[in-house]
């Protein structure tokens, strides 16, 4: 599967606890964006980084960061994890123009 | 600040009858308008942009921006058609993160 892979697919944490996310882009896409989807807030755009570097940012705490790998593999860090932070987070990759952005399988996060 | 609404949480049609998926945006400058598809355990994937104006698995979609709306229609729904639509902004500029409505489930009755 050449497509947009994330891992792991569900994680169970605590409050407090930090947690990473992965994300693997499509083969050759250069820019991956971290959306966040929860039932009050829907899908929210967090962050864009594009062959490395910091492309733009949405709605994301402070609390939160990312970064992109050499590789183009991104990490999402999630800290002091609060219980409103549950939600699946997807990561999209594109290569640019066209803009389509193609969407992984997600990660649901549970803080209990 | 942008902004996209779907005003319909859930839309129920029956097999044959026309749809139609209300999507408006508020947006200052030009924006691009994407519908996102997802079908039952699938991943979100997108099924229009407004910049091809093209019509895919019959559905169509047409940027009005004096009404800033971006809805997405199709004549005849096939059962197949079930799913959840999010409709998406793009500002542009160069940061491409999309804005989105928070999503229709269109169930489409035999």
């Known amino acids: 599967d050449s497509g947009v892979t994330q891992t792991p697919k569900h994680l169970i944490t605590a409050t407090g606890q930090r947690v990473t996310l992965r994300c693997s882009p499509r083969s050759g896409d250069l820019s991956v964006y971290w959306y966040q989807q929860s039932l009050d807030q829907g899908l929210q755009f967090l962050i864009q980084y594009y062959n490395g570097e910091e492309r733009a940012k949405g709605n994301i705490l402070e609390r939160f960061s990312a970064q992109q790998f050499p590789d183009l593999h991104s990490e999402l860090n999630l800290s002091s994890l609060e219980l409103g932070d549950s939600a699946l987070y997807f990561c999209a990759s594109s290569s640019g123009l066209p803009p389509e952005q193609f969407f992984g399988p997600g990660t649901r996060l549970t803080v209990l | 600040a942008q902004r996209v609404t779907q005003p319909e949480k859930l839309l129920s049609v029956f097999k044959g009858a026309p749809v139609e998926l209300k999507c408006n945006y508020s947006?200052?400058?030009?924006?691009?308008l994407f519908w996102y598809v997802q079908y039952s355990r699938q991943r979100l994937q997108l099924l229009l942009r407004h910049i091809s104006r093209e019509s895919i698995k019959g559905f169509t979609a047409d940027l009005n921006k004096g009404e800033t709306s971006f809805h997405l229609k199709k004549p005849f729904a096939q059962e197949e058609d079930s799913a959840m639509y999010y409709c998406?902004?793009?500002?542009?500029?160069?940061?491409?993160?999309?804005?989105f409505g928070k999503g229709t489930h269109l169930i489409i009755q035999p």
């Open positions: 998406a902004l793009r500002s542009g500029g160069g940061a491409d993160g999309l804005t």
């Open positions: 947006y200052s400058g030009s924006p691009e």
